[in-house]
Nanobody, 118 residues
């Protein structure tokens, strides 16, 4: 059974940092690209970032470039999202997702809440 479990969310002040983690199990982690997606209160899903199977290629939504860094540790079956210079607009539930070639994201975690507020 595929499981994706996010952690590391919480309340942070504007300008602060958080690192999200996503522990993966039930599939061969280093066979697949992975993504982060978020959903702000009252809004739709927004793709944040993606990383190739070996971490060699990364992609970011324009709004996150320079502030967020996606990475992975295939030995630990874990995906990360380092978020710096956080803004109130970054408040959202953050989901990690497993990519399936040609089909988009086929498995999602339950999400973790990040609240940016003073």
């Amino acid at each position: 059974e595929v499981q994706l479990v996010e952690s590391g969310g919480g309340l942070v002040q504007p300008g602060g940092s958080l690192r999200l983690s996503c522990a993966a199990s039930g599939f061969t982690f280093d066979d697949y690209a992975m993504s982060w997606v978020r959903q702000a209160p009252g809004k739709g899903l927004e793709w944040v970032s993606a990383i190739s199977w070996n971490g060699g290629i990364t992609y970011y939504a324009e709004y996150m470039k320079g502030r967020f860094t996606i990475s992975r540790d295939n030995a630990k079956n874990t995906l990360y999202l380092q978020m710096n210079s956080l803004k109130s607009e970054d408040t959202a539930v953050y989901y990690c997702a497993k990519d399936y070639p040609g089909l988009g994201m086929d498995y999602w975690g339950k999400g973790i809440l990040v609240t940016v507020s003073s």
